[in-house]
């Protein structure tokens, strides 16, 4: 037999490849046009099925929007600020203990952002915890704050938004080891050497930056429990009062094109900030810090018990007793569980339809795509429920009993997928190109490959993106205030209704509830995994 | 099972408008044997076994991958050592070689995968680690271990000592050729290191301009090379300016100043192999004087001056040579002298 009849054995892995680069696009795509197609939906003109417009109202606020920019531009740079010390510290340094310090350092992001200004009002707010305890003092220093909250809105949401600074700017310090940390150690002067190292995550703090002003603009929970009339409150406003769906879409067009363009520019910021390498590399050497170590944790102690315990402290107290507590959650039990399920199977969605799109744009470096795939992320979630709100209304008229919780199932997962997809998406870009070639040369299929290599590389991401969409589930409060079925009201809602209408010691019992239900568990699994210095 | 490698008419561009790194490559590599692909880099060395394996299509022609008894069609299995190991990050040394034998079950993977890891001396203790706690000789031995573990039809390596030290590098090198040698296998190794490829391959191919230029024994191809650029990619040259020769600094055998045609050389000067240059004891024409004598590993590294000209040449032994010297150039082997 002539070796020549037989088959071309050759050239098969590229064009394996391809097909399979199809066949992901495809469901890629799928997915997101099946996510966001209701906000596409939205501004379609109105057809008989849409709701009617109560009242006219006046035209877009445009001072409102540019004082909201000039709020949390600021509350942007705090946060990178405080998210580039807090990674210098974790990443650069010895620090004993850096996995714990940075798994407490996450609470404020994966704390509901209700719950985290009420309790920061709790704490240092008119009659809070601080005043009660040094009076004169705080007298004093409130004498300087502003009758609109701006400047405790722009610190409270720099608070929240400066851990997902520190994850960002955390992976480009981690960076810097390719930079050539070394030699800059030997040769530049310090002030030089924090010039260099600036200049080398430039990229990272412009990322940070735009991911805060992005989800800083959309954010609800804490302007509405700050009572400060920013941008968001503008448009809630119209939907709540007005019952002015179409009039609210039409005034959250300005600010959807200012998060999602901002959102869209952090694909630019990040372009080719990965930097994988197949070869066994040694773990990083990090500055020692000696004896300095106990200034640092002191820091970072302090700066985490004001951020953190205190307010977690004044929440406690307002609660008045253990006994009240527990019957605030008893009385809550169904809330809780519809809560919890609705959460999970969001999280579950999210983390999917993330796997599903983040593998495959992960597989390039195209700013236009990477910038499609983060656009969603400025997308406020008082506009993602209205526009769900609006389309499953148009589709299911009278239907919603039959979906019952499925369409803010939907909603919520659409929320946290931008999350899950963009960690996805930095997962598969730390893949070495070699691995999947040793992986694919070695013969078993896809399933294994898949179950074995590049599963196991993605999976601290994809268990950090389940965790943000389960923690903004938990805490959400735009979507399920829209799209709630009768009976299935979550927890946040409740604690939505008694922070307006009901006695102080059950919103605090809520908020307590809310935050041992989001937090608690991620800090526990996060603690136990070690797992957040690896997501940096 | 050994196969047959049969490159045919092999040409790949990466874009349209970007010149061809493979120019229609004609080759083959028959069944069993170990051939060096040598070559400056961005030859096209890495590409063309890229191609081989099936990491890369190319742009036209093909290869043919066929068993050695022309009766097993089955697409052959191929183990690669990557240049920068591309061991899997998440797996310990055992799991990385489990994992190639995936289709086995499980107490027999355990086996084989025990078996290859002390066929390549990974010692037992470093089986459970992972690939950043491995020291480099250790990863080496697992990325081979990881490309034999199935049993390969062909081997192809891609500067796999690259990132050595001299020492280790000679360490690997003996095992790789022990283990290859056991199991016959078809070997392409990729190195710009000519005497790895030559202490370690049955032939050597010089890969120049996206073309083989040269294939033969690794004797062949160190003293036979057609060309200047050739030469240098397969082993030292000394420079030798001609007007060395012309005044009578340096001479050929039998005192001719006039180099042999097939000399390799250049306008301005000759140039010959280290171990063409002799040192003739002391006589009329000593003009080179000792300028320093160093050891070279188990030779004698030598700097000679003559007025402003200065060379280096390396000798078996220092012993014996006086403070000046004569150098004469013995002619190349020809080709009938050559070991086949």
Same mark, same amino acid.
């Given at each position: 037999?002539?070796?020549?009849?037989?088959?071309?054995?050759?050239?098969?892995?590229?064009?394996?490849?391809?097909?399979?680069?199809?066949?992901?696009?495809?469901?890629?795509?799928?997915?997101?046009?099946?996510?966001?197609?209701?906000?596409?939906?939205?501004?379609?003109?109105?057809?008989?099925?849409?709701?009617?417009?109560?009242?006219?109202?006046?035209?877009?606020?445009?001072?409102?929007?540019?004082?909201?920019?000039?709020?949390?531009?600021?509350?942007?740079?705090?946060?990178?600020?405080?998210?580039?010390?807090?990674?210098?510290?974790?990443?650069?340094?010895?620090?004993?203990?850096?996995?714990?310090?940075?798994?407490?350092?996450?609470?404020?992001?994966?704390?509901?952002?209700?719950?985290?200004?009420?309790?920061?009002?709790?704490?240092?707010?008119?009659?809070?915890?601080?005043?009660?305890?040094?009076?004169?003092?705080?007298?004093?220093?409130?004498?300087?704050?502003?009758?609109?909250?701006?400047?405790?809105?722009?610190?409270?949401?720099?608070?929240?938004?400066?851990?997902?600074?520190?994850?960002?700017?955390?992976?480009?310090?981690?960076?810097?080891?390719?930079?050539?940390?070394?030699?800059?150690?030997?040769?530049?002067?310090?002030?030089?050497?924090? $010039?260099?190292?600036?200049?080398?995550?430039?990229? =990272?703090? !412009?990322?940070?930056?735009?991911?805060?002003?992005?989800?800083?603009?959309?954010?609800?929970?804490?302007?509405?429990?700050?009572?400060?009339?920013?941008?968001?409150?503008?448009?809630?406003?119209?939907?709540?009062?007005?019952?002015?769906?179409?009039?609210?879409?039409?005034?959250?067009?300005?600010?959807?094109?200012?998060?999602?363009?901002?959102?869209?520019?952090?694909?630019?910021?990040?372009?080719?900030?990965?930097?994988?390498?197949?070869?066994?590399?040694?773990?990083?050497?990090?500055?020692?810090?000696?004896?300095?170590?106990?200034?640092?944790?002191?820091?970072?102690?302090?700066?985490?018990?004001?951020?953190?315990?205190?307010?977690?402290?004044?929440?406690?107290?307002?609660?008045?007793?253990?006994?009240?507590?527990?019957?605030?959650?008893?009385?809550?039990?169904?809330?809780?569980?519809?809560?919890?399920?609705?959460?999970?199977?969001?999280?579950?969605?999210?983390?999917?339809?993330?796997?599903?799109?983040?593998?495959?744009?992960? $597989?390039?470096?195209?700013?236009?795509?990477?910038?499609?795939?983060?656009?969603?992320?400025?997308?406020?979630?008082?506009?993602?429920?209205?526009?769900?709100?609006?389309?499953?209304?148009?589709?299911?008229?009278?239907?919603? !009993?039959?979906?019952?919780?499925?369409?803010?199932?939907?909603?919520?997962?659409?929320?946290?997928?931008?999350?899950?997809?963009?960690?996805?998406?930095?997962?598969? $870009?730390?893949?070495?190109?070699?691995?999947? =070639?040793?992986?694919?040369?070695?013969?078993?299929?896809?399933?294994?490959?898949?179950?074995?290599?590049?599963?196991?590389?993605?999976?601290?991401?994809?268990?950090?993106?389940?965790?943000?969409?389960?923690?903004?589930?938990?805490?959400?409060?735009?979507?399920?205030?829209?799209?709630?079925?009768?009976?299935?009201?979550?927890?946040?809602?409740?604690?939505?209704?008694?922070?307006?209408?009901?006695?102080?010691?059950?919103?605090?019992?809520?908020?307590?509830?809310?935050?041992?239900?989001?937090?608690?568990?991620?800090?526990?699994?996060?603690?136990?995994?070690?797992?957040?210095?690896?997501?940096? | 099972?050994?196969?047959?490698?049969?490159?045919?008419?092999?040409?790949?561009?990466?874009?349209?408008?970007?010149?061809?790194?493979?120019?229609?490559?004609?080759?083959?590599?028959?069944?069993?044997?170990?051939?060096?692909?040598?070559?400056?880099?961005?030859?096209?060395?890495?590409?063309?076994?890229?191609?081989?394996?099936?990491?890369?299509?190319?742009?036209?022609?093909?290869?043919?991958?066929?068993?050695?008894?022309?009766?097993?069609?089955?697409?052959?299995?191929?183990?690669?050592?990557?240049?920068?190991?591309?061991?899997?990050?998440?797996?310990?040394?055992?799991?990385?070689?489990?994992?190639?034998?995936?289709?086995?079950?499980?107490?027999? $993977?355990?086996?084989?995968?025990?078996?290859?890891?002390? =066929?390549?001396?990974?010692?037992?203790?470093?089986?459970?680690?992972?690939?950043?706690?491995?020291?480099?000789?250790?990863?080496?031995?697992?990325?081979?271990?990881?490309?034999?573990?199935?049993?390969?039809?062909?081997?192809?390596?891609? =500067?796999?000592?690259?990132?050595?030290?001299?020492?280790?590098?000679?360490?690997?090198?003996?095992?790789?050729?022990?283990?290859?040698?056991?199991?016959?296998?078809?070997?392409?190794?990729?190195?710009?290191?000519?005497?790895?490829?030559?202490?370690?391959?049955?032939?050597?191919?010089?890969?120049?301009?996206?073309?083989?230029?040269?294939?033969?024994?690794?004797?062949?191809?160190?003293?036979?090379?057609?060309?200047?650029?050739?030469?240098?990619?397969?082993?030292?040259?000394?420079?030798?300016?001609?007007?060395?020769?012309?005044?009578?600094?340096?001479?050929?055998?039998?005192?001719?100043?006039?180099?042999?045609?097939?000399?390799?050389?250049?306008?301005?000067?000759?140039?010959?192999?280290?171990?063409?240059?002799?040192?003739?004891?002391?006589?009329?024409?000593?003009?080179?004087?000792?300028?320093?004598?160093?050891?070279?590993?188990?030779?004698?590294?030598?700097?000679?001056?003559?007025?402003?000209?200065?060379?280096?040449?390396?000798?078996?032994?220092?012993?014996?040579?006086?403070?000046?010297?004569?150098?004469?150039?013995?002619?190349?082997?020809?080709?009938?002298?050559?070991?086949?």
């Amino acid at each position: 037999m002539d070796p020549r009849a037989l088959p071309p054995i050759n050239r098969s892995g590229a064009a394996r490849r391809f097909r399979g680069a199809t066949a992901g696009s495809l469901a890629a795509i799928l997915v997101t046009a099946l996510l966001l197609a209701p906000l596409a939906w939205a501004w379609m003109p109105e057809g008989s099925a849409g709701p009617a417009r109560v009242t006219v109202l006046p035209g877009i606020p445009w001072k409102t929007l540019a004082v909201s920019l000039a709020v949390t531009a600021t509350a942007g740079a705090l946060a990178v600020i405080i998210g580039a010390a807090l990674a210098a510290a974790l990443v650069l340094t010895d620090l004993p203990g850096r996995a714990f310090w940075a798994t407490v350092a996450l609470v404020p992001f994966v704390c509901p952002a209700t719950v985290w200004a009420l309790g920061q009002a709790y704490c240092y707010g008119s009659g809070g915890l601080m005043e009660r305890c040094w009076p004169a003092a705080w007298h004093g220093l409130r004498a300087f704050s502003d009758p609109r909250h701006y400047i405790a809105t722009c610190l409270v949401l720099a608070g929240v938004h400066a851990p997902l600074a520190m994850l960002i700017i955390g992976r480009g310090l981690g960076r810097l080891q390719h930079a050539g940390l070394e030699a800059a150690a030997l040769f530049l002067t310090p002030w030089a050497r924090v $010039r260099w190292a600036a200049g080398a995550i430039r990229q =990272e703090v !412009a990322a940070a930056f735009l991911l805060v002003l992005a989800l800083g603009l959309g954010n609800f929970g804490v302007p509405h429990v700050l009572q400060c009339p920013l941008y968001s409150n503008e448009i809630y406003l119209r939907v709540a009062n007005y019952l002015d769906h179409a009039g609210a879409m039409q005034a959250a067009l300005p600010l959807l094109a200012v998060t999602v363009a901002a959102a869209a520019a952090i694909a630019w910021a990040e372009r080719k900030t990965a930097y994988v390498q197949a070869h066994p590399a040694p773990p990083p050497a990090r500055v020692r810090l000696g004896r300095k170590a106990w200034l640092v944790g002191g820091l970072l102690t302090a700066y985490l018990a004001g951020t953190s315990l205190l307010p977690t402290a004044a929440i406690i107290g307002e609660c008045r007793s253990p006994g009240s507590f527990l019957k605030v959650v008893s009385d809550a039990a169904e809330e809780t569980e519809n809560t919890l399920w609705i959460a999970l199977a969001a999280s579950l969605v999210a983390c999917l339809a993330g796997v599903v799109v983040g593998s495959w744009v992960g $597989r390039s470096w195209r700013v236009g795509l990477d910038a499609v795939t983060m656009a969603p992320l400025g997308v406020p979630a008082l506009i993602l429920g209205l526009a769900y709100l609006r389309f499953f209304n148009a589709w299911l008229p009278a239907g919603w !009993a039959l979906v019952g919780s499925g369409p803010l199932v939907l909603a919520m997962a659409a929320r946290g997928w931008p999350f899950t997809t963009r960690l996805i998406v930095a997962a598969r $870009r730390r893949i070495a190109p070699e691995w999947q =070639e040793a992986a694919e040369l070695a013969g078993p299929g896809s399933v294994a490959r898949w179950r074995r290599i590049d599963g196991p590389m993605i999976l601290d991401h994809a268990v950090a993106g389940a965790v943000v969409a389960f923690v903004l589930a938990v805490g959400d409060v735009e979507i399920s205030h829209l799209l709630s079925s009768p009976g299935s009201g979550t927890l946040a809602m409740r604690l939505f209704t008694f922070l307006h209408f009901g006695p102080t010691h059950v919103a605090a019992g809520l908020s307590l509830l809310l935050l041992a239900l989001a937090a608690a568990p991620v800090i526990v699994y996060f603690l136990l995994t070690d797992r957040c210095l690896r997501i940096i | 099972m050994a196969y047959r490698i049969e490159c045919i008419d092999v040409s790949k561009r990466f874009c349209e408008d970007a010149p061809p790194v493979l120019k229609e490559i004609n080759w083959t590599v028959e069944p069993g044997r170990v051939v060096g692909l040598v070559g400056a880099s961005g030859a096209g060395k890495t590409t063309l076994l890229r191609i081989i394996a099936g990491l890369e299509c190319c742009s036209g022609g093909r290869v043919v991958l066929s068993p050695q008894d022309s009766v097993d069609a089955r697409r052959p299995t191929i183990g690669m050592v990557f240049q920068n190991l591309a061991l899997w990050p998440h797996l310990t040394a055992r799991r990385q070689v489990e994992y190639v034998l995936g289709g086995l079950p499980r107490r027999q $993977r355990r086996e084989r995968a025990a078996t290859v890891l002390k =066929e390549t001396r990974l010692l037992p203790a470093a089986w459970d680690r992972r690939p950043a706690e491995l020291s480099g000789g250790e990863a080496q031995r697992l990325a081979l271990a990881r490309a034999l573990a199935a049993g390969p039809g062909i081997l192809l390596l891609d =500067e796999p000592l690259a990132q050595l030290d001299a020492p280790l590098r000679g360490e690997m090198l003996d095992l790789v050729t022990e283990v290859i040698d056991a199991r016959g296998v078809t070997t392409v190794l990729v190195t710009h290191h000519a005497a790895e490829a030559m202490m370690l391959g049955d032939r050597i191919a010089v890969v120049q301009d996206g073309r083989i230029e040269m294939e033969g024994a690794a004797e062949e191809v160190f003293w036979q090379a057609p060309s200047l650029q050739i030469a240098r990619l397969t082993g030292p040259l000394v420079r030798l300016p001609r007007s060395y020769f012309a005044e009578k600094l340096v001479a050929f055998n039998q005192g001719s100043a006039a180099p042999a045609a097939r000399e390799w050389a250049d306008d301005e000067c000759i140039y010959v192999r280290p171990q063409q240059l002799r040192l003739v004891g002391p006589g009329e024409h000593n003009q080179w004087k000792v300028a320093d004598c160093r050891p070279d590993g188990a030779d004698w590294r030598l700097a000679l001056t003559c007025g402003s000209h200065r060379i280096a040449i390396v000798v078996p032994q220092a012993a014996g040579i006086g403070q000046s010297v004569a150098i004469e150039v013995k002619s190349r082997p020809s080709p009938d002298r050559l070991l086949r």
